[in-house]
Each structure stands twice: as C-alpha cells, then as structure tokens.
C-alpha cells in the first residue's frame, strides 16, 4: 500500500494507531491487510533492533562511568603508560626534556 500510493512508513503507522484507538474499521482488501500487516511486522522488528542496540549502549556507558567513578579506569591508563615509558626510554627521556626545559632559554 504504501508503495503503490506513495505513504510513508510513519503516515501508515500513523494512519493505523488513529483507526486502533478511534474505534473506525477500515475496509481493506485481504491483499491490502497481508501487506499492512507485513509493513508492521518489518517496523516492529526494526524498532525491537533499534531498543537492543540502545540497552547494550546504555550498558557500555553505565560499565564505563563505574571504571571512571571507582578509579579502575584511571588506573589501568597509569599502568599502560607506565609499561610504555618503560618500554620507550629514549622516548620517556625527550618527553620529561620537554617539561624540564627552561621557558625563557
């Protein structure tokens, strides 16, 4: 239906949520209901995908303000910088010249 008169997804769901909570019926073909139907079914399940991939963000950012908040996080930036100094000497040694240095030499 929506292809063939040019509706959009949204002015159909609309258009069905009005007849639903309105009381009117609307006379449709059973080809014209199986389409409806399908459209709906296609819009639940992209809005069902849609609401996974929300909840596993709002997982990850809940799991990072805990890292930042107990301090897991900071530590674990502390200890991978640390190896890495330790792993670059010359590297570690320019980088404390540059806060060593003089500012008016």
């Known amino acids: 239906m929506s292809r063939r008169e040019g509706v959009s997804a949204g002015e159909l769901a609309r258009r069905a949520i ?10 449709e073909s059973s080809e014209e209901e199986a389409a409806a139907r399908a459209l709906l079914e296609d819009i639940h399940g ?7 991939r929300i909840d596993a963000s709002v997982i990850e950012v809940r799991a ?8 897991s996080f900071r530590a674990q930036v502390r200890k991978e910088t640390q190896a890495w100094f330790e792993a670059h000497p010359h590297q570690a040694r320019a980088i404390a010249e540059l806060f060593t240095q003089d ?3």
């Open 18 to 27: 009005e007849a639903y909570t309105s009381g009117k019926v609307l006379t």
């Open 46 to 52: 992209q809005v069902r995908a849609t609401l996974k």
């Open 64 to 71: 990072r303000e805990r890292a930042l908040a107990d301090g």
């Open 103 to 105: 500012p008016g030499a």
